[in-house]
């Protein structure tokens, strides 16, 4: 039996900050920090810095309950997992680019890399959850804690920081735990990283422990699919049809992709993701 530490050997996880977006408590910042090109997802073109023209004095969107019926369907399937509270109230304690105009380039640039910090924490906190990547616990701990911190550090560091080299290093764990994970799956498991599978009809397809990382699924048929513990990470899924789809035990499946989707009543999502308003 390999040797493991033991929970209470382990060092004691930080507390994390929330890693949904929690729109009341930030200053807009992903309607104005960044850019947007005109598309199926975006009615108009709009630069890094700009507020979006359907932003109101308090910060609310003038056309939110109607952003798809309006263009902006890219809107509704962003989500900046928690970053944008936590650059509004955190980083830059209350102050809102209005009322404090010296702070928006900074604050504008500080936006996406914490967005990337936080990707990074929901990712290894998921992790954490799967006993199958036991053998990895210690180090997804470690790189868990040393995230955490950056998520914390001010203003300055967090422009001059360069998440790649963190990146790369959390994605070697990722790997690691997908494999553990899948591992435990019965049989030949599919492998379609990277894969060109847009528009592909796999309506019933057996994808449990399948290798899924960014794979193009856009527009592709997945009804009825059993994707459990399948890789999910970087998947496009835009448009994809996951009307009576198994996800439950996806691997790294995460919130945007989901809103990118197509579903319905029985499409089954693990229990710590939204199913989304538009799934009919």
Same mark, same amino acid.
């Given at each position: ?191 379609? /990283?990277? =894969? #060109?599978?847009? !528009? +592909?009809? $796999? ?5 449990? %422990?399948?290798? @899924? *990382?960014? &794979? ?11 994707? /459990?513990? =399948? #890789?999910?990470? !970087? +998947?496009? $899924? ?5 009307? %009576?789809?198994? @996800? *439950?035990? &996806? ?30």
């Amino acid at each position: 039996m390999p040797n493991h530490p033991a929970a209470s050997d382990l060092p004691a996880l930080p507390a994390l900050p929330v890693l949904q977006a929690d729109c009341a408590n930030c200053f807009a910042l992903c309607c104005v920090a960044l850019p947007f090109a005109k598309s199926n997802d975006f009615a108009m073109n709009k630069p890094a810095g700009t507020p979006c023209k359907n932003l109101q004095q308090d910060f609310r969107c003038g056309i939110h309950t109607r952003l798809r019926d309006k263009g902006f369907q890219g809107c509704t399937v962003f989500d900046c997992f928690g970053a944008g509270q936590q650059v509004s109230q955190v980083t830059f304690g209350g102050r809102d680019w209005r009322t404090h105009p010296g702070t928006s380039r900074q604050m504008f640039e500080v936006f996406p890399v914490l967005r990337q910090l936080h990707e990074l924490l929901f990712y290894v906190s998921q992790a954490l959850t799967l006993p199958a990547a036991a053998p990895v616990h210690t180090d997804l701990r470690r790189a868990l804690a040393e995230t955490e911190e950056w998520t914390r550090a001010d203003a300055q560091a967090l422009a001059g920081l360069d998440v790649g080299p963190l990146r790369q290093q959390i994605n070697t764990l990722l790997l690691k735990t997908s494999e553990l994970v899948r591992a435990k799956v019965p049989g030949r498991k599919k492998n379609h /990283r990277g =894969a #060109d599978l847009m !528009g +592909a009809r $796999l309506s019933g397809a057996d994808l449990r %422990g399948a290798n @899924l *990382r960014g &794979a193009y699924l856009i527009a592709a048929d997945l009804t009825r699919a059993d994707l /459990r513990t =399948a #890789d999910m990470i !970087g +998947a496009d $899924l835009r448009d994809t049809n996951l009307r %009576g789809a198994d @996800l *439950r035990d &996806a691997v790294f499946l995460t919130q945007p992709q989901l809103n990118a989707a197509q579903g319905d009543p029985t499409t089954q999502i693990p229990p710590t993701l939204t199913r989304p308003t538009h799934w009919t």
